[in-house]
């Protein structure tokens, strides 16, 4: 099995388009967003699933969630949070990460089928969620 993508990028092996980091955790817009802002939040040490957490870092991984959901409250007050523990449950990459997706008005549900990020709406977002 090859390097997970997700420690690559907490590693700046892969690039991502960041919006939040501490010493713990790492958090970047998805690659293929639900909705327009969604970002992934992670920690930077590899783990499969929540209850694989160190107790020692879950005061910052929480910490680094709520961070992103004020940030995400920038683009739209409406969001969901979600983690999915294993591929029954929809984890597809399996390092434990948190999804903060805004939800606007126009958008009543998930698409079915989900886009590439757009560069240049990358840049965008990330200079509105990157900044305090």
Same mark, same amino acid.
């Given at each position: 099995?090859?390097?997970?993508?997700?420690?690559?990028?907490?590693?700046?092996?892969?690039?991502?388009?960041?919006?939040?980091?501490?010493?713990?955790?790492?958090?970047? &817009?998805?690659?293929?967003?639900?909705?327009? %802002?969604?970002?992934?939040? $992670?920690?930077?040490?590899? $783990?499969?699933?929540?209850?694989?957490?160190?107790?020692?870092?879950?005061?910052?991984?929480? %910490?680094?969630?709520?961070?992103?959901?004020?940030?995400?409250?920038?683009?739209?007050?409406?969001?969901?949070?979600?983690?999915?523990? %294993?591929?029954?449950?929809?984890?597809?990459?399996?390092?434990?990460?948190?999804?903060?997706?805004?939800?606007?008005?126009?958008?009543?549900?998930?698409?079915?089928?989900?886009?590439?990020?757009?560069?240049?709406?990358?840049?965008? &977002?990330?200079?509105?969620?990157?900044?305090?």
């Amino acid at each position: 099995m090859g390097e997970c993508i997700f420690c690559s990028i907490a590693a700046r092996k892969a690039p991502a388009h960041i919006v939040w980091e501490d010493d713990v955790t790492i958090a970047f &817009l998805d690659i293929f967003p639900l909705s327009r %802002g969604h970002v992934l939040v $992670v920690p930077k040490h590899h $783990v499969d699933r929540l209850t694989d957490l160190p107790r020692e870092h879950y005061p910052a991984m929480l %910490g680094a969630v709520a961070e992103v959901c004020r940030r995400v409250e920038r683009l739209s007050m409406d969001y969901n949070v979600g983690v999915n523990q %294993g591929a029954l449950a929809g984890q597809i990459v399996f390092h434990l990460h948190f999804h903060v997706i805004p939800r606007y008005p126009d958008q009543p549900g998930f698409p079915r089928k989900r886009d590439a990020l757009d560069p240049a709406d990358a840049q965008r &977002l990330v200079e509105v969620l990157a900044h305090r």
